[in-house]
């Protein structure tokens, strides 16, 4: 019997186009990982998140206890970083206020997506009409700077710090609104919304299924960014004396508190003021590296 010799085939991989394609997010978080920047930004946002929450238990005195023979004491060993004109740990309140300083960051931007996102989300899916009284009222906002009118409606309001939050929340608000408005008037005319449609969706369905997915990546970048300004605009007013108030350990009001000492007791000012750069610049590098990361434009 004759023996045939089958020859195996050779396995032809697929064509590179119909390979499974990797996912959006799966690309963003791949080169969110490879912007150094971004994660030195993330690596130190993790540890001030960490040092804040757990300050009741590493906080190595009382932030609000005064002790009038350690007052103005250089950084030692018992106070690390050294104490104010009252006596008080620097180090033990800059943990303190980091709580506060980052709860009014990431509750003003939450009250700004509140009403940004769902305004922008209107105007520029209904147009006409809508888009018109949205857009001036927006426009009337942005006819004065965002700390200029957070400092108008805390003095309305009065001073104290959930003002300050309120206050700086509504002065975002425009920002938020044009952003999805106009990535709203990209998107509600595309093919996928379209047929959602045709086979009979509601608006509101269509707005939460198909539309908002589609312009949350710059939202979130927004959103990013603006937690570094909403601190840098808590902290001031706060030291216009329109924030937190005595003994509340914050950021801000800690400056306010140095600033007639800066000549003879430098510390007391310069903590909290590398505390709010620190936090300011870890934020801005990982938005800065977010934002990057979430542009289809960079697509590898």
Do not use: C
Request: glycine fraction near 8%.
């Amino acid at each position: 019997m004759t023996q045939q010799v089958i020859a195996a085939r050779p396995v032809v991989a697929p064509p590179a186009e119909l390979r499974r394609s990797e996912s959006f997010a799966a690309q963003a978080l791949r080169r969110l990982r490879r912007n150094r920047s971004a994660m030195i930004g993330l690596t130190i946002m993790v540890l001030l998140v960490v040092l804040s929450a757990t300050a009741a238990w590493i906080a190595p005195h009382n932030p609000i206890q005064q002790n009038s023979r350690d007052a103005n004491q250089l950084p030692s060993a018992r106070y690390w970083l050294g104490t104010d004109n009252l006596g008080r740990d620097i180090f033990s309140r800059l943990l303190y206020g980091g709580q506060i300083s980052l709860t009014v960051g990431i509750i003003s931007v939450g009250i700004g997506l509140l009403f940004g996102v769902p305004s922008g989300l209107l105007a520029g899916y209904y147009g006409k009409k809508i888009d018109w009284v949205i857009s001036r009222i927006v426009d009337l906002m942005l006819a004065f700077p965002e700390i200029l009118l957070a400092l108008a409606i805390v003095a309305i309001l009065g001073p104290s710090l959930q003002n300050v939050m309120i206050a700086v929340g509504v002065a975002a608000v425009p920002r938020y609104v044009r952003v999805v408005r106009g990535s709203t008037l990209a998107t509600r005319n595309m093919v996928y919304v379209e047929a959602a449609r045709v086979v009979g969706a509601n608006d509101v369905r269509i707005l939460a299924r198909h539309v908002l997915p589609n312009v949350l990546a710059p939202v979130i970048v927004l959103a990013t960014l603006g937690v570094a300004g909403a601190i840098l605009a808590g902290a001031s007013l706060s030291y216009l004396g329109l924030g937190a108030q005595p003994p509340t350990p914050e950021w801000g009001k800690m400056l306010a508190d140095g600033r007639q000492f800066l000549r003879n007791y430098p510390w007391i000012t310069t903590m909290p003021g590398l505390a709010i750069m620190i936090t300011v610049l870890a934020i801005n590098l990982f938005g800065d590296g977010l934002r990057d990361a979430l542009d289809p434009r960079l697509k590898m």
